[in-house]
């Protein structure tokens, strides 16, 4: 005869067994998450055009290997890491989606967007932050929708914040590179020092490879002033970029002639001392 504790606690299992499994059962799927902002694959996005107001216009589009600006400034390297970012606007999801009629659009600024970006073929026009939510209003063809506001400083950035911090993107050698006090020039495998006394030629090595790997702190619009050619690089295969130079209280400004771009230098380098 079995043990009629034993019985019980094996009914009372079953019993606990059958009501877990009808609440499995009966549970509510967990709900879709809300889709992304617009239907595409920023690995196979190849255009960006982003305006803010009729100042403001930034064109980007995607090469072999980078990112291209075509506007404001002709055939500029782009920041790879700051189009990753705007990129990732098509991933944020909708939270709400509504319709939207004509007549309404002036209520969430959408008559007058702030900012517009296309990607490829497809237009997000952006307007009104939301009253209450750290939330925006854009819209999307016919419909409001209304997404997280975490990209609004990098929609509203200048064209100057998109372009590749690094003085030399490319990546090219340096085969002269000439400042107000000094010049260094390469010969072979070594390099010459031009307008200073002698240094070793592990200084020279230094300075140069400095150089060769130079990025800005910031990118900023260049104060409109007429500039002297106070840098000039040349590189190995006949490129050369030439830069104004700018002492700041901030620190010092290149400012890249062609682009008219400026390169805020961080305040402790040493890029114009003597090698």
Known sequence: MRNPITVILALLVAGLLGVILVMALSAPEPAPPPPPLLPADPETVQRIELTRGQDHRL??????????????????????ARIRALLEILRTP???????????????????????????????????????????YAQHQDRLLLVHDRFWHLLTSPPE?????????????????HTPAWTLQRQ????????????TQK??????????HARAAAMVPA?????????????????????GLLR???????????TGVGYRLAPQTDLLEAP
């Open 203 to 212: 200084a020279l090595d230094r300075k140069a490879r400095h150089w060769q």
């Open 94 to 136: 909708r939270l709400e989606s509504f319709e939207l009629p004509a007549e309404r659009l002036s209520e969430f600024d959408l008559e007058k967007p702030r900012v517009i970006l296309k990607i490829d073929h497809q237009s997000l026009r952006f307007g009104a932050a939301h009253a209450m939510e750290p939330m925006r």
């Open 161 to 177: 914040g998109f372009v590749n911090p690094r003085l030399n993107p490319q990546k090219r050698t340096i085969k002269t590179l």
């Open 248 to 258: 700041q209280v901030t620190g010092l400004l290149l400012i890249n002639l062609q």
């Open 223 to 243: 104060p409109e002033i007429d500039y002297q050619t106070d840098i000039r690089i040349r590189y190995t295969d006949g490129a050369e970029q030439q830069f």
């Open 59 to 80: 064109v980007v589009e995607r090469s072999a290997q980078d990112w291209i600006i075509r506007a404001p400034f002709d055939h500029t390297q782009a920041d790879p």
């Open 188 to 199: 072979g495998q070594q390099w010459r020092l031009q307008g200073l006394g002698d240094a």
